[in-house]
């Protein structure tokens, strides 16, 4: 016979031993605590290297590239590519996943938008720095062939794999009707693609930078300020990315689960 929702709660509140709901999620919480500290210290660390990678893109792309256009100037308006890219695809990525660990005492629905709207913005500025490079290809004189090397085929693939993703999770666990246990058994595939989707982009941008690189700085070898400035943002990248992994794949950090969330469904999600 399954307990009621008040009987449920109360086990909750008591601590009864015959309450495996309520022993189980105490002792989850009790878990978390211990580990709060140690996780705001590397989630702040995380912020600051992606707010500096999106600024020494920037400060690259502004400065060393000459700045940013649309339309009259294909060379400037390439400059938009990494710089969104990396604002998109890397850093908003990033904290659209780490939300749910970032804001842990926020409401799960609450949460579930949020990351919804943040990968959302993500998208956006992929598909415009998308179009930036695409149009800087074909206005140029003579024109740059399209989709030849490694970084825009993984990039292209990450972009595509992005929108599956943020549809198949839209449709999953925002709208209304679907069974828990079917969001229970898609769950551990959104969670994997999505940090697939996330080391994909990482990847896609170090190539990029390496792509420039050789490409477009004179004397690269002879690591001129404009080749350092690329390879310390690649490893601030790096930084940034294996930080963000560690923190959205280790299970001490996971969100609690609270009661309500407990007393309103028949699975844990998350």
Same mark, same amino acid.
């Given at each position: 016979?399954?307990?009621?929702?008040?009987?449920?709660?109360? !086990?909750?509140? *008591?601590?009864?031993?015959?309450? $495996?709901?309520?022993? #189980?999620?105490? !002792?989850?919480?009790?878990?978390?605590?211990?580990?709060?500290?140690?996780? *705001?210290?590397?989630?702040?660390l995380s912020q600051i290297l992606g707010i500096l990678s999106v600024v020494l893109v920037g400060v690259w792309c502004g400065y060393f590239r000459k700045g940013f256009a649309w339309g =009259?100037?294909?060379?400037?308006?390439?400059?938009?590519?990494?710089?969104?890219?990396? &604002? #998109?695809?890397?850093? $908003?990525?990033?904290?659209?996943?780490?939300?749910?660990?970032?804001?842990? =005492?926020?409401?799960?629905k609450k949460l579930k938008i949020l990351h919804m &709207?943040?990968?959302?913005?993500?998208?956006?500025?992929?598909?415009?720095?998308? +179009?930036? +490079?695409? !149009?800087?290809?074909?206005? =140029?004189?003579?024109?740059?062939?399209?989709?030849?090397?490694?970084?825009s085929w993984i990039g292209?693939?990450?972009?595509?794999?992005?929108?599956?993703?943020?549809?198949?999770? &839209?449709? *999953?666990?925002?709208?209304?009707?679907?069974?828990?246990?079917?969001r229970?058994?898609? $769950?551990?595939?959104?969670?994997?693609?999505?940090?697939?989707?996330?080391v994909g982009a990482v990847s896609s941008c170090l190539l990029g930078f390496t792509e420039k690189a050789i490409f477009s700085v004179k004397n690269y070898s002879s690591l001129p300020p404009e080749g350092v400035l690329i390879n310390v943002t690649g490893l601030v990248l790096i930084m940034f990315g294996g930080l963000v992994v560690y923190l959205v794949s280790h299970p001490k950090f996971r969100r609690q689960t609270t009661e309500d969330e407990v007393l309103l469904t028949d699975t844990v999600l998350e």
């Open positions: 016979m399954l307990a009621s929702p008040k009987q449920v709660r109360r !086990d909750w509140e *008591t601590g009864e031993e015959g309450s $495996l709901i309520g022993r #189980g999620i105490l !002792d989850e919480m009790e878990n978390e605590a211990q580990h709060i500290p140690f996780f *705001t210290k590397l989630f702040t =009259s100037e294909p060379v400037l308006q390439f400059n938009w590519h990494p710089f969104l890219m990396v &604002l #998109g695809m890397v850093f $908003l990525y990033a904290n659209g996943a780490l939300i749910y660990r970032g804001f842990r =005492s926020e409401k799960k &709207l943040i990968q959302l913005g993500a998208f956006i500025f992929s598909i415009v720095g998308l +179009v930036a +490079v695409f !149009d800087f290809h074909n206005n =140029s004189s003579p024109k740059i062939p399209n989709m030849y090397s490694l970084h292209l693939c990450t972009v595509i794999l992005f929108a599956c993703q943020w549809v198949i999770g &839209l449709l *999953t666990f925002l709208f209304p009707g679907l069974r828990p246990s079917v229970a058994a898609y $769950l551990p595939v959104h969670q994997f693609f999505g940090l697939f989707i996330f």
